[in-house]
């Protein structure tokens, strides 16, 4: 038996890792040389197929490590979540993003049109890499996004403690009533549709929440464009991410009120193209309206953030109070692990909680709940490594040491949201006005209507019964 490292191309006659780059060996098969099957019209991801050198390492990524497996001769299309790991592990950059910033920057130059964007957490935390700067970039990123044209540049931790507002009541309602438990988060595309495709019949169990970026396009489109009086119609609403699938999410009939996503990377390339000196810009602020969200809502970009905001809400909307030390630290749910448990009792109620990066780890945890093995109230499924932060939009960098650069943005938003002074999304008093003056409260008519999404059975794509 040989093993090979497919960035070096180094063959071994043991397991382990390469002496050269370190990457994990891969044992040589006929499937390491098929690459994965990337259709054209994929919405995230292209191949430039003169690049490709046919190593395999694209498709083994996508069995293995996000866990999308079909019949090639049965299914209908190319089975894809559309995240992007295969670009972040492409050895020869044959893979790449499927960049929308050029049809941006037609927008950016007609007057007519007001440009809006909005930043994830993930972002201001990475981009800094492209440009050999260290840590949070946020004022950088800022001022980098008015010098290229938008009118508005706001921060996504809005729409993020907006989901919480609308989760946690959500899961509270279900906690009371005991239906459609456990409640999956719905946040990650990539995850929401491995499960419209592969356990559609535990489709009642997702989060009927859209995700931040949804749910901030949603409002842009309409509370902000009623404040400032602004057509909707005249409103470009550009959301910058670290995730290729939120490309593929716009598309999606309820969520067509965000207008273009642009990730960390391709952001980089507009800086570039515009010859901004990013590491000697002058630092900026987001706009005020809508300016900013909690702690809790920061901390979204990595694997057990969406948990532990959700907790900090439900805590408040069970006891009326603040939540303490611990609950503002959540150990149990935080670190790099790719499976984490933990047990909280709130007054009268026991929750167990489940947070999984990876989705191939959690197709036991499926088949366990559908024939009633195990009991979860609440799980929380990223897809990617470490959570957003690892999505497939961020910064390439060495194979070997994504994990190590993961941890490290990571702990930049646990620092921001330690510092943070409001650290729970109900005491954002921007979502505080928003339901007072326009939503009322979380799942009224009115979120209902703007804030929710519905999900369809996508198992036909594989061509058979799902598994």
């Keep these: 038996m040989k093993y090979k490292c497919v960035v070096c191309e180094k063959e071994y006659e043991n397991s382990g890792r390469c002496s050269i780059c370190g990457s994990v060996l891969e044992e040589v098969t006929e499937n390491l040389k098929t690459p994965v099957l990337v259709a ?30 079909y019949d090639l001769l049965k299914a209908k299309e190319a089975v894809c979540l559309y995240c992007g790991q295969c670009v972040l592990n492409c050895p ?211 694997s057990g953030g969406v948990m532990e905001a959700c907790i900090r809400n439900l805590y408040h909307l069970i006891t009326g109070k603040d939540p303490d030390k611990n609950l503002l630290r959540f150990k149990e749910v935080r670190g790099y692990k790719n499976v984490k448990e933990a047990t909280i009792k709130i007054e009268d109620y026991e929750l167990n909680l489940l947070i999984i990066h990876g989705i191939v780890n959690i197709e036991d945890v499926l088949q366990k709940i559908e024939n009633n093995e195990v009991h979860y109230d609440f799980i929380e499924v990223m897809n990617c490594p470490g959570g957003c932060v690892g999505g497939g939009g961020q910064p390439l960098g060495v194979v070997s040491k994504q994990q190590e650069t993961a941890e490290k943005r990571i702990a930049l938003l646990y620092e921001e949201d330690s510092d943070l002074k409001i650290r729970s999304c109900y005491q954002n008093q921007d979502i505080i006005d928003l339901y007072k003056s326009y939503l009322g409260e979380p799942l009224s008519k009115k979120s209902l209507e703007l804030l929710h999404t519905k999900y369809v059975d996508r198992s036909d794509i594989l061509g058979e019964e799902a598994p």
């Excluded at 019209?41 to 046919?54: A, H, L, Q, T, Y």
């Excluded at 550009?238 to 699938?245: E, F, Q, R, Y």
Aim: net charge negative; proline share 4%.
């Design 92 to 302: 020869v950059a044959s893979l790449t993003v499927n960049y929308s910033y050029k049809k941006i920057s037609d927008y950016l130059n007609d007057t007519e049109k007001v440009m809006v964007a909005f930043t994830a957490p993930a972002v201001r935390v990475a981009l800094g890499e492209e440009f050999g700067v260290e840590g949070n970039v946020e004022g950088k990123m800022v001022k980098a996004l008015k010098e290229l044209g938008f009118d508005y540049v706001l921060d996504t931790t809005f729409g993020a403690d907006l989901t919480i507002m609308e989760e946690a009541s959500e899961l509270l309602e279900r906690l009371k009533k005991k239906e459609n438990l456990p409640q999956f988060t719905s946040c990650c595309p990539a995850w929401v549709r491995y499960l419209e495709i592969y356990h559609p019949n535990l489709i009642n169990n997702l989060s009927t929440c859209k995700s931040p970026i949804s749910m901030q396009g949603a409002i842009i489109k309409s509370y902000f464009s009623e404040m400032l009086e602004i057509p909707k119609e005249n409103i470009v609403a550009v959301a910058i991410t670290p995730c290729t699938s939120k490309k593929y999410e716009i598309t999606l009939p309820n969520n067509r009120d965000t207008d273009f996503v642009v990730t960390t990377s391709e952001l980089a390339m507009m800086i570039r193209e515009k010859e901004l000196d990013f590491a000697n810009l002058e630092e900026a602020e987001f706009d005020s309206i809508m300016r900013r969200g909690s702690g809790g809502g920061v901390i979204f970009g990595n």
């Design 40 to 69: 054209k019209d994929n919405p995230g991801i292209r191949r430039i197929e003169e690049r490709c050198i046919k190593c395999g390492r694209c498709k083994f990524i996508c069995q293995n490590q996000v866990g999308v497996k």
